[in-house]
Nanobody, 119 residues
Framework: QVQLVESGGALVQPGGSLRLSCAFS????????MGWYRQAPGKQREKVAW???????DYAASVKGRFTISRDNAKNTMNLQMNSLKPEDTAVYYC?????????????WGQGTQVTVSS
C-alpha cells in the first residue's frame, strides 16, 4: 500500500529553485515528526530537513539558509522549497518519519523524486 508519494523533482540549472511535495496517508503519519531525505548515487541516504509536531524545524548544514520545510496537516502534505540549488544537491529526495533512516530500523519508503542540478 502506497502511503508516501513524493513529487516535484526536475532538471534545473545551478542557482534555480524547485518545490517538492510529499503526500502521505495512514494513521502512522498522524501527529508525527517528519522530514525530507535524499540519496545520491553511491551514497547512503541522509537527512536534509525535518519538522516536528511543535512546529520546530531544522536543516542539515549543507542546505541551511537555502531550503525551507513546511507542512499542511489539513491536506496531509509536506513541502520542501529549495532555492539557490547547487550541483551537490543532485539526488533522489524522499519523505518519511524522523528516524526512518536510522540503522536497524525497517521502514517503508516511497518511490522518491529525482532532483538534478546541472548546467
Amino acid at each position: 500500500q502506497v502511503q508516501l508519494v513524493e513529487s516535484g523533482g526536475a532538471l534545473v540549472q545551478p542557482g534555480g529553485s524547485l518545490r517538492l511535495s510529499c503526500a502521505f496517508s495512514g494513521s502512522i503519519y498522524s501527529n508525527k515528526d517528519m522530514g525530507w531525505y535524499r540519496q545520491a548515487p553511491g551514497k547512503q541516504r541522509e537527512k536534509v530537513a525535518w519538522i516536528f509536531r511543535s512546529g520546530w524545524t531544522d536543516y542539515a548544514a549543507s542546505v541551511k539558509g537555502r531550503f525551507t520545510i513546511s507542512r499542511d496537516n489539513a491536506k496531509n502534505t509536506m513541502n520542501l522549497q529549495m532555492n539557490s540549488l547547487k550541483p551537490e544537491d543532485t539526488a533522489v529526495y524522499y519523505c518519511n518519519l524522523v528516524g526512518a533512516e536510522a540503522p536497524g530500523v525497517s521502514m517503508d519508503w516511497g518511490q522518491g523524486t529525482q532532483v538534478t542540478v546541472s548546467s
